[in-house]
Nanobody
Framework: QLRLVESGGGLVQPGESLTLHCAASGFRSGYTVTFYAAAWFRQAPGKEREGLACISTTGRTNYADSVKGRFTISRDTRKNTVQLQLNSLKPEDTAVYYC???????????????????WGQGTQVTVSS
């Protein structure tokens, strides 16, 4: 069973940046985060969960229109971590941010519109002046 732990959230002012980290552990022997599609989601109070960005096993990325050009997803295969760089933050970006992984070694692409199997507990991002 994979364990995902998010970190890096906090309180920032509009226009500032944050980097969220997702540390993954519990892989079977010989497997790393590279064998998984990884994604970041968020959920604001009273709103549905929203897919933001994903990265496939081949490194291809996909973004929601709402964050395209401001957020960047990446991964560190040596550390088994997945990052989300948040730039030009707006008050409407306030939410709990979650990372998620799904075992998908054969697909060169990823989607933020499909179910993911493994989830973290989330990290709060608050954008306010």
């Amino acid at each position: 069973q994979l364990r995902l732990v998010e970190s890096g959230g906090g309180l920032v002012q509009p226009g500032e940046s944050l980097t969220l980290h997702c540390a993954a552990s519990g892989f079977r022997s010989g497997y790393t985060v590279t064998f998984y599609a990884a994604a970041w989601f968020r959920q604001a109070p009273g709103k549905e969960r929203e897919g933001l960005a994903c990265i496939s096993t081949t490194g291809r990325t996909n973004y929601a229109d709402s964050v395209k050009g401001r957020f960047t997803i990446s991964r560190d295969t040596r550390k088994n971590t997945v990052q989300l760089q948040l730039n030009s933050l707006k008050p409407e970006d306030t939410a709990v941010y979650y990372c998620a992984l799904s075992f998908n070694p054969r697909s060169p692409v990823c989607s933020i519109s499909v179910p993911y199997d493994n989830w973290g507990q989330g990290t709060q991002v608050t954008v306010s002046s």
